[in-house]
């Protein structure tokens, strides 16, 4: 799938397409959709089953589909060797913005997420107090991940 090309016509591979068509048509509504079930209160099951299932799909893309794309297209040109070359490349500077930003918004919300579904089990000294804090911290990380993604797609695909 990583070798297959991409149906966006973009010449990214298929996997690439098939991540950014998942973020925009899925995580990023379903974030906002858990923001809104949130606000009007629906937290159990409306909001815990949103945010779980954009959780559980976002570690599915992140392993499999962005670590890969990291790994081959950005690692290599880390190298001290090649760093004055690319120092000021937006291609390897924006992916590793992107994963830092992404890994900090993906890290705090598994822990929400574990927070949801066992806060009558967990340990008092364990659980975040102010917890509306970090959930819209983490969708305005999460949100600014995603556009960055976008803007990676654009610098690697559209405008290499």
Known sequence: MREMAGFLNTGASLASDITLTIYLFLLVPGMLLGFYFARRKKYSPNHKLTMTSVVLLNWVLIVF?????????VLPYLDPRYAAQFAGDPRIALPTIHGILGGVAQLIATYLVIRMWFEN?????????????????????WLVTASLGAVIYFSWYINP
């Open 65 to 73: 589909v962005m670590v890969v794309g990291y790994r081959d297209g």
């Open 121 to 141: 089990i967990l340990p008092s000294w364990l659980m975040v107090k102010r917890i509306k804090r970090y959930m819209r911290f983490t969708l305005a990380l």
